[in-house]
């Protein structure tokens, strides 16, 4: 399987499950059908109820809402109007929400002024003429509370053959004559009542949405509407104010949703980008592809060495720079000789041992450093004296001594004691300075007459040392030495006489071995210390974690933190002292600034190079990782620095995941790698990652797998192969995790064909049908029953909602829904192993869908016989023949019951006005032949009335799972008759 190569931008897979186009992300809406014009039938004009315009599922209310989106400084009026429309468009008062409405029908009407009319008849005889006094005796009035017990109304007891008692019917506020009105006015008000509440419901979730949404600047728009009418005014009304004066607010983005945008925080982004070369994108990918196939089959991968080999063949200097850095980590992971797989080896690591490892690897390195460079002067010079022969790690020290240190500094004979004419302390220090640790302490042995006199103790100070693991003195000796060091160097440590004539080299020998006087951590400044030299210095005088050999003082300890401060403190300008060759990137790497050296490396060297130095940190566990949410590449967290990997791994895909999907879903993956592997935070982030990819890319193809398009099975795509590597093994969860998920974001979007094809992608068939049957049943629903149904499947025509009768477009299964629907349930039938998770209902459902598009094609082509066969076919309206009121009731009984699917109930109004349609054409050509047999055109007409007679029975027992227009539209249909 090639990883690149030129690759033509085709979306979707082939066959019938290429679904053509990107989708837009609008819901699917229909037009409002219309079965309109007037229809001709051998050249007569047929019943206007035939040209009416039929609405099956229009909604009974509709609004619009419209922003103003400018304003027009010459015309106030048509301003002034504007503004009246926005005004009404506010947030309404929500505390009166629940008044109800004002508007009565003629009946309540009625009913309300009988009542306040018998209202105002009791309240004539009422008499106030005393109320003053109980007013002015502050007592009670007995004929008051008289008058109230008398007003107490007691039910009379009505017989089994009387009626409804004037007091009774006084009370209600009806007679007997308008109970059935007073009913059917009750029914009404309930039926209204629930409407206005959903439409205030409605009303108020629109509200909302608008306050949460879109911010509308009043006091710009106030000053615009002053300026229009001639008014004195005061602020900036420029075009940009006024345009910027209705936004959408910005929207927060929660964890992960924008893993793939660039990072806010990158001022190099678009610059490294460009930088980056095909060739350099290509050789990095293919490591990284490389590595998670290792990682599936569990072996060693030296990443290090790989990434290594990649830059050492460049002559740039930043390519030098991140050479050296991988050279840091090959020996920091021993990758060399690693037979197994390294993955997260130091991520469960102590602190206090991670950093010992990091101050000894570091310390290895610069030593080596040290010597290749003594090696190289060495190797240079084929006039070297017999003095510096052979070639021993001694006579190449000699020589450096003598080519560089004594020529820049030849007092340096004066002040020190001398072997074979070599300063012995300096010969020490840089032996311990390349790591000879064996080679200085062969020398002082072999010289120990020299330090009886003075130094007496110090080959068994070296000894100590060279032998520890650590390099560190027992406590006994190290306390011996410090006394030593304190009188020799007395003057030198308290400042007495800087000028007195003593030896930096045995000042240095004996700070490093005994890691004497911390307080000045420093060397000699005669001694001229390159940043490398002042490095391993430092990391040499650091005293690590031991309870038997702390200090008690505080500035007695050093540690690798204090180190790491003091970098960090000193900055990258202090270890850029050569352009042509920067130290500080190497300089946090050496001391374990993993974090840093990231964040150095994306705003000063390179972003692929940041990318990949940040996976091979936590390849091997030593990147400390951020949370998601944050948009910066560096925080600080309890003290300790952390890198967003996830969002900059997802910003380095950003130029790459529409040309190569295949490579950008190999760097994501290695998000669940972060915090050691096993954080749910880190994979959850991996995976919104994933599918944030799937949706942009559309790949469906290369990351997920194909379709056999004869019998429906699935080829496995690049991640459901490697879904070990996301933590989801089984293969329920990855297509629940990933396909079903980005299935259902799909069909939120309105991305119908996408959402299709990933539900078949992870087995959810009978999703997939449930899908079918919303949209078709849908389509059928709302859409115009005079023109060809194929149409409305049409992604164009979903998207923009109608049909544009002057753009002609070819329907395939890649852009129609409807053609569509019919290649997957063809697969599906010839799949047993899939038909048995559709359930049955569901699969009825679509197997009673689909032929509806063959009774629409009959409708369109006029054939009024075999619209009303087919439909009689489906048995889900009673048009047959020989149906009774006992089948009406039946049918009518499913739907008032719930017990028939909604999908089947949204489109009984469009089949009872297909049906009522046809009865009527088909009565007017029976009227219209001239020459027939009167007795067969009366059975003929009265069997058509039937069948219109029982869809009226029908449509009245179930009018209200129908829009009200169709209703009214059918009564008119059947007075044609």
Request: glycine share 4%.
């Amino acid at each position: 399987m090639s990883l690149f190569g030129t690759q033509s931008k085709t979306i979707g897979t082939s066959g019938g499950f290429s679904f053509g186009q990107n989708q837009p992300t609008s819901q699917f809406s229909g037009t409002t059908p219309s079965f309109g014009g007037s229809t001709t039938t051998g050249g007569t004009t047929a019943p206007a109820a035939a040209g009416s315009t039929l609405n099956p599922s229009a909604n009974a209310a509709s609004s619009t809402f419209t922003l103003p989106t400018s304003i027009n400084a010459t015309n106030s009026s048509k301003l002034l109007k504007e503004l009246l429309e926005s005004a009404n468009n506010l947030p309404k008062n929500t505390d009166n929400v629940e008044l109800g409405s004002i508007h009565l029908t003629l009946n309540e009407l009625q009913r309300k002024s009988q009542q306040l009319r018998k209202l105002d008849d009791s309240k004539k005889d009422v008499s106030y003429t005393k109320a003053h006094y109980l007013l002015a005796g502050s007592g009670i009035s007995a004929e008051e509370i008289e008058n109230d017990l008398n007003a107490i109304h007691i039910p009379q007891r009505t017989t089994t053959t009387g009626g409804v008692g004037p007091v009774t019917a006084s009370r209600v506020g009806v007679t007997s004559e308008n109970i059935e009105n007073y009913l059917n006015t009750k029914k009404d008000e309930s039926i209204l009542n629930s409407i206005e509440q959903s439409l205030a419901l409605a009303s108020k979730d629109f509200d909302n949405f608008i306050n949460a949404n879109i911010s509308i600047d009043w006091k710009v728009r106030r000053d615009e509407l002053r300026k229009a009418v001639g008014l004195k005014y005061n602020g900036d009304n420029s075009a940009d104010s006024i345009r910027n004066s209705l936004i959408w607010k910005k929207t927060n983005f929660s964890s992960g949703g924008n893993i793939l945008s660039p990072l806010s925080t990158s001022t190099t982004a678009s610059s490294s980008a460009k930088q980056m070369t095909r060739e350099k994108f290509e050789n990095h990918a293919k490591i990284v592809y490389a590595l998670n196939e290792a990682r599936l089959e569990s072996r060693n991968f030296p990443l290090c060495l790989n990434f290594n080999e990649l830059n050492k063949l460049q002559n740039d200097m930043k390519s030098k720079q991140i050479s050296e850095i991988w050279k840091i980590l090959i020996e920091l992971t021993n990758e060399k000789f690693s037979k197994t797989s390294q993955e997260q080896k130091f991520y469960n690591v102590d602190k206090d041992e991670l950093d010992s490892i990091i101050v000894n690897n570091s310390k290895n390195y610069l030593q080596q450093e040290f010597f290749n460079y003594v090696d190289e002067l060495y190797i240079k010079d084929n006039n070297k004296t017999p003095n510096f022969l052979p070639a021993t790690n001694l006579n190449k020290i000699s020589y450096f001594i003598h080519q560089i240190i004594l020529k820049n500094d030849p007092d340096l004979v004066n002040k020190t004691l001398l072997v074979n004419g070599t300063p012995i302390w300096a010969l020490i220090f840089y032996l311990i300075r390349a790591g000879l640790y064996l080679d200085a302490v062969g020398l002082v042995l072999g010289n120990r007459e020299i330090f009886n006199k003075f130094d007496k103790n110090f080959p068994v100070y070296i000894k100590k040392y060279v032998d520890s693991d650590n390099h560190t003195l027992p406590s006994d000796l190290s306390e011996r030495l410090h006394q030593e060091f304190n009188q020799q160097f007395q003057f030198i440590i308290n400042d007495v006489d800087t000028s007195i004539n003593y030896d930096p080299y045995k000042y240095s020998v004996y700070k490093i071995i005994g890691k004497c006087d911390l307080t000045k951590k420093s060397l000699p400044q005669s001694i001229n210390l390159s940043i490398e030299d002042w490095l391993w210095f430092h990391l040499s005088i650091i005293k690590q974690k031991q309870s038997n050999n702390e200090s008690t003082l505080l500035f007695e300890n050093y540690d690798l933190s204090d180190l790491q401060n003091k970098i960090i403190h000193l900055g990258p300008k202090a270890f850029l002292t050569s352009p042509n060759n920067p130290l500080y990137l190497k300089t946090l790497i050496l001391v374990g600034l993993y974090e840093l050296a990231v964040q150095y490396t994306y705003e000063q060297l390179n972003e692929c190079d940041a990318v990949h130095l940040a996976i091979g940190f936590i390849y091997y566990g030593l990147l400390k990782c951020s949370n998601a949410s944050k948009d910066v590449l560096l925080s600080v967290f309890d003290n300790e620095y952390q890198i967003n990997f996830s969002r900059l791994v997802g910003s380095f895909t950003r130029s790459f995941k529409i040309s190569d999907p295949k490579v950008a879903c190999q760097y994501l993956i290695l998000i669940a790698m972060a915090k050691g592997g096993e954080c749910k935070e880190e994979i959850a982030i991996c995976h919104e990652a994933l599918r944030e990819l799937i949706l942009t890319s559309r790949e469906f193809g290369i990351l997920l797998g194909e379709l056999n398009q004869a019998n429906g099975t699935k080829i496995s795509g690049i991640l459901e192969r490697q879904r070990k590597l996301i933590k989801l093994e089984n293969i329920d969860e990855f297509y629940h995790q990933i396909i079903e998920i980005t299935a259902s974001k799909c069909e939120e979007e309105g991305r119908i064909f996408d959402a299709l094809l990933l539900y078949q992608l992870c087995c959810e068939y009978d999703t997939v049908v449930s899908l079918i049957n919303k949209l078709l049943a849908e389509i059928f629903a709302t859409s115009d029953l005079n023109k060809p149904i194929i149409r409305y499947g049409n992604y164009q025509v979903i998207s923009n909602g109608y049909i544009d009768d002057n753009k002609e477009c070819e329907d395939t299964v890649d852009n129609n829904i409807i053609l569509l629907s019919q290649h997957i349930m063809r697969i599906f039938n010839n799949n047993g192993s899939i038909l048995d998770k559709i359930s049955s209902q569901k699969k009825r459902t679509c197997d009673l869908l689909l032929p509806m598009v063959t009774i629409r094609d009959l409708f369109l082509k006029k054939n009024w016989r075999e619209v009303i066969t087919q439909i009689n076919q489906l048995n889900l309206i009673p048009v047959g023949p020989n149906d009774d009121l006992i089948k009406i009731r039946n049918m009518s009984e499913m739907i008032q019951n719930n017990d028939l699917d909604d999908n089947l109930i949204k489109v009984i109004p469009s089949l009872l006005i297909m049906v009522m349609t046809s009865v009527c054409h088909l009565n007017y050509e029976i009227l219209s032949k001239r020459y027939q047999s009167l007795s067969n055109q009366r059975d003929e007409l009265s069997s058509w009335k039937q069948v219109a007679k029982n869809c009226m029975i029908y449509a009245g027992m179930v009018q209200y799972k129908m829009p009200r227009e169709t209703y009214s539209l059918l009564i008119n249909l059947e007075s044609q008759l």
